[in-house]
């Protein structure tokens, strides 16, 4: 499948008429763009970097006043690019991040400019995922500001390093250097503040042999056998499911809702990732002789059930395929709080003290 590239533009605009669809929008230097001048600077730069498909957006005050799609989202299945079709955020996530990290400055949680080995109590090179710079005094002079200004001196990341791994290769602070290995770095500063609390994945720090090796193929369908680390991850896991989740992405939500080591939200799973792959496998039965396609694989649940039937999320989210990102996003939200609620009076009805 190829690439789709999704632009999301928020400084050509700061002021504009009303309306979601504008016959002509106001750009900061006072003059006028219309949609037919969007439509050929678009075209324009799609096809001079040979970009299979790409959104616009231009917000106002919170609000859209355009938007349209051009290209493919399936060069392969010749799919159309739709506002709806959902892509990867990639490094869009990066500003979304920042944003919070200042708003928790705002609010004098943070301080941009105080050593990150400071929040984490220890230096840098004694955590698993940053062992490469043991003994490195520079990460002494690494902060906040510096991780989310890019000029931490690491490379984008450390897979791109000829021995792959992390290396400092100038002073913190003195030389821009775009790098993902510093925002991935702020998030783990973040997320080892005191009081804070965000869903994170157990995955990208995990060590070898976090879980245990599989040796069968049955094991490797056998929820119950799956090994997962107790207490391995201190932060709360969210794993969002929809019923476009199969196979082995439904396997992994499947496993950690059986091991209690996560909170499975969203919608019932596609199911049959693994039992009808290809349509089952034609057997003919001892006795009746009849043919009959049995299932070419099965997962057991913890429950004893088949993860054929799919996954029912421990918090269900009202999605329609009438929905748009924003509507779906909003009902998440609704779900995931009255969610929270019930849990809160769930743990105060147990600490109530008996008659």
Known sequence: M?????????????????????????????????????????????????????????????????????GLRDAEKNLPLTPDSVMAAASLTKSAFATVVMRLVQRGVLNLDKPIEQYLGKPLGDFAPYTDLKGDPRTAKLTLRILLDHTTGFANFRGLEDDHKLHIHYDPGTHY????????????????VPGLRFPVSVFPYATPGSFRELKSRTKLFYSLRYSYKESFNQLPLVVLVDKDTWSAAEYLPAALQDNKAALIVGELTGGAGCGYTNDGIPTVLRNSRATVQMPDCIRLRANGSNEVEGITPDVLVAWTNRDTPFQRVHKLELALEAALRKEKATRSGSHAPSN
């Open 2 to 70: 190829n690439r789709a590239l999704y632009v999301l533009v928020l400084s050509l605009v700061m002021t504009a008429t009303s309306g979601a669809q504008q016959s002509a929008i106001a750009r900061a230097d006072g003059r006028n763009i219309t949609p037919a001048q969007i439509d050929s600077t678009v075209n324009r730069l799609i096809q001079a970097a040979h970009v299979t498909g790409a959104g616009v957006a231009l917000f106002h005050d919170g609000k859209v006043v355009y938007l349209k799609t051009y």
């Open 177 to 192: 250097g775009y790098s993902g290995e510093g925002i991935n770095l702020a998030q783990f500063v973040v997320e080892m």
